[in-house]
């Protein structure tokens, strides 16, 4: 089992890495697992349960996911008679945790790497509607992953063409190799979203920061003279007055547990690190 890490990247040449490191990049991302143990407040179970799950997820699945039907089963007969099955959502330390982000993201903000299993609560009652969206079922997760991919994949193209021309078929298989973490399945589809760097519009780029909103900029990926945009010059396009802190290393960007270092290409990112959605998902955090 591989769980999270947090350490630096390193870009070896100048045009990024090569493609034979890429891939096993990529698949070490995929193959990397979060272990997760679920518990529960002692006023919403009513009696006869144990008093936490364990699962180890990939970082690339959704946490209702992980509440399955055998664990939903077994806590449905101890649930408190105030508490309905269907109105669990997630929190960590009290903060509310947004299903539609990947678990992986969800780690990067909240999680530990030095404090192992990752303690999720899961709650049935006081639902937070001010913070999130209530999980209605799969078919709603899946539906909100479409509408994220389709975004992503129109800041990149200019259009939805792509994800358009997926048969349904195509578009059960992407999903489906999303939940089972086959990364063959997953990539033998996602190949054709992938852009060309200088037909690209911009890079599908979400900042998450904790108990705030994600930000979302169109960022393009090349500068005036054609040159690759770096991370250093995104932050100085959407936090210029802050810079100083980035480059201090005080304020860092996070993605699948690495520290993201200034130099590198942010196109380099978006086709190797983004999340299934195409979105990359940086995590702003302050030391």
């Known amino acids: 089992m591989q769980v999270e890490a947090n350490h630096e990247i390193q870009i070896v040449n100048e045009n990024g890495i090569n493609d034979e490191l890429d891939q096993n990049i990529r698949s070490s991302l995929w193959s990397t697992e979060i272990p997760i143990e679920f518990l529960f ?43 309905n099955i269907d109105d669990f959502w997630f929190e960590y330390k009290n903060e509310p945790l947004k299903w539609q982000y990947p678990l992986g993201a969800l780690f990067d903000l909240f999680g530990d790497s030095l404090s192992l299993p990752w303690q999720i609560t899961i709650r049935f009652s006081q639902f937070p509607k001010d913070q999130l969206i209530k ?94 945009k770096t991370i250093l010059e995104v932050i100085q396009q959407i936090y210029p007055k802050e810079i100083e802190q980035f480059k201090q290393k005080i304020k860092i960007l996070i993605v699948h547990g690495i520290q993201i270092p200034l130099e590198t290409p942010v196109t380099w990112l978006s086709n190797n690190l983004s999340f299934p959605d195409n979105f990359l998902y940086l995590c702003l955090k302050t030391k």
């Open 135 to 228: 999980y209605t079922g799969e078919e709603g997760l899946k539906s909100c992953f479409m509408n994220n991919l389709k975004e992503a994949n129109f800041l990149k193209h200019g259009d939805n063409a792509r994800v358009n021309a997926l048969t349904l078929q195509q578009q059960a298989d992407y999903w489906e190799s999303i939940k089972n973490a086959n990364i063959s399945a997953f990539w033998a589809i996602h190949t054709q979203f992938l852009p060309d760097i200088q037909s690209q519009k911009h890079v599908p780029i979400r900042i998450c920061r904790p108990g705030l909103p994600f930000l979302q900029e169109p960022i393009e990926p090349l500068n005036k003279d054609g040159k690759e």
């Open 41 to 83: 407040i002692e006023n919403e179970i009513a009696q006869n349960l144990q008093e936490s799950f364990y699962v180890v997820a990939s970082k690339i699945t959704y946490l209702p996911l992980l509440f399955s039907k055998n664990m939903k089963d077994l806590v449905k007969n101890s649930l408190s008679p105030t508490c």
